[in-house]
């Protein structure tokens, strides 16, 4: 077992803090007060103080959820302090980091330790703590969400106590809290199953739409990580499937990735959504354009250079998770929407896949999953596309991703989760005054 020490630093506690907003600037909140500890027995001392003057407790990671999950009026944590891993247990394979830590840091350290985690999504911001109780998740034939690679948590309950919760302590807690919504506790250290650093090889390919959908559950099965993205106003796809590799590594090149992922994937794209938000008449043209552009590539590297990309363009982003055998038919009805609509779509559809899990609110809780998600370029009017979306999704039986924009409500979402009442029930327990509340946890867990 190896540690990685950490230095001690002083809470941060200021009153009457400037507003927050999340990373695509669709929420802002307004905390009474914001605390920036340094230990998780800081944090506890935060939360003990916060009840004892009525207010609510939000911790905030680094925004990019779009929805008000971390908004407040109350106590404002930011986990800046609470970053690093605190150990490494060869033994039992497992890293033990702070709840604050950006997956970005905790990749490129687990890399430098010849460690890897086994899936993860596409983006790398958020931290650990964020990503997880709001269910991100990559895509994969058997390998789940980050959330199901946790092994356990540590985390601070309403009353101010620090609880540890695994498979064998504190068990029912472990089971909900691993997508907690932070309704029942602020986390402030999380444990995960890692393996050997392994190769991924990533084969980019352009495709039909009607050759992807059709041949969907084929490359689904032939493949342990396949995503693909349709582009709006058009019949072009682009395919991504990530394979393990026995080497030799053959990373993308320093001046044709950067063109890809940087000038194209990045700069170009900003410009085109920035003259498609301002001319919307445009988009059919620009995306017929930029679909076409693309090329096939094949690389092997490290899982988190394969797995993650940059993202710099700024959207907005509604997803949905459904069973995995009604995808195809739910993709075919949003392209007949877009088509008979007027709308003018310039960001391309995602859609990826996940195993089932035992997470209670997980999306893809007891369910073989597809997700489909769909992206509007920041300060586009989203409403109409999103709302129209949100129809075909739910009448397949989707759940929306808790971090993204969605409508829907507890009296929803309780039909559609197996456990929700098994949820809600823990929340009454661990926290019957509501000081981790909000307005969005109202909405989807109910009072």
Not at 181 to 198: D, H, K, Q
Request: net charge neutral; aromatic share 8%; hydrophobic share 40%.
């Amino acid at each position: 077992m190896s540690e990685t020490p950490k230095a001690l630093k002083s809470v941060t506690t200021r009153a009457g803090s400037s507003p927050w907003r999340n990373w695509a600037g669709t929420v802002e909140s307004r905390p009474t007060r914001e605390a920036s500890p340094a230990s998780a027995e800081e944090l506890a001392d935060e939360v003990r103080r916060a009840a004892e003057d009525g207010l609510r407790v939000k911790t905030v990671g680094t925004g990019h959820s779009f929805t008000s999950i971390a908004a407040t009026d109350g106590l404002l944590i930011r986990p800046d302090l609470l970053t690093g891993i605190r150990r490494i247990d060869r033994e039992a394979m497992t890293v033990t980091v702070e709840a604050g830590t950006p997956l970005k840091r905790l990749n490129v350290a687990l890399a430098r330790e010849g460690l890897s985690l086994t899936n993860m999504g596409d983006i790398m911001e958020q931290t650990v703590a964020g990503a997880t109780s709001t269910g991100t998740h990559g895509t994969g034939r058997e390998s789940a969400s980050i959330a199901a690679q946790i092994r356990e948590i540590e985390l601070v309950t309403a009353d101010g106590r620090l609880m540890t919760c695994s498979a064998k302590e504190n068990p029912e807690v472990f089971a909900a809290a691993r997508i907690g919504l932070g309704a029942l506790g602020v986390i402030t250290a999380l444990t995960f199953a890692v393996e050997p650093v392994f190769l991924l090889t990533a084969r980019e390919e352009p495709m039909s739409f009607d050759r992807v959908t059709a041949e969907f559950d084929a490359l689904h099965a032939e493949n342990e990580h396949f995503e693909f993205y349709w582009f709006p106003h058009t019949d072009n796809c682009n395919t991504k499937r990530n394979n393990r590799s026995a080497g030799p590594e053959a990373p993308l090149g320093r001046i044709s990735g950067w063109v890809d992922d940087e000038l194209l994937s990045n700069g170009i794209f900003q410009l085109a959504c920035s003259l498609g938000r301002a001319v919307p008449p445009v988009v059919p043209s620009i995306a017929k354009i930029s679909s076409r552009a693309l090329s096939a590539r094949t690389y092997t590297d490290i899982p988190y250079k394969v797995f993650t990309s940059p993202r710099r363009v700024r959207f907005v982003e509604m997803e949905y998770a459904l069973p995995r055998e009604a995808a195809v038919a739910a993709l075919r009805e949003l392209k007949a929407m877009v088509e008979r609509s007027p709308l003018k779509i310039s960001f391309p559809v995602e859609v990826r896949t996940a195993p089932a899990d035992d997470i209670a609110l997980s999306t893809a809780s007891d369910r073989e999953s597809a997700y489909i998600a769909v992206h509007l370029y920041k300060g586009t009017p989203h409403r109409a596309y999103f709302t129209a979306v949100e129809r075909i999704m739910t009448a397949h039986g989707g759940r929306p991703h808790w971090g993204k924009v969605h409508t829907r409500d507890a009296a929803y979402l309780s039909e559609i989760y197996p456990r929700f009442a098994e949820f809600t029930a823990l929340r009454d327990r661990l926290d019957p005054d509501r000081r981790f509340g909000n307005d969005y946890l109202r909405r989807v867990l109910g009072d």
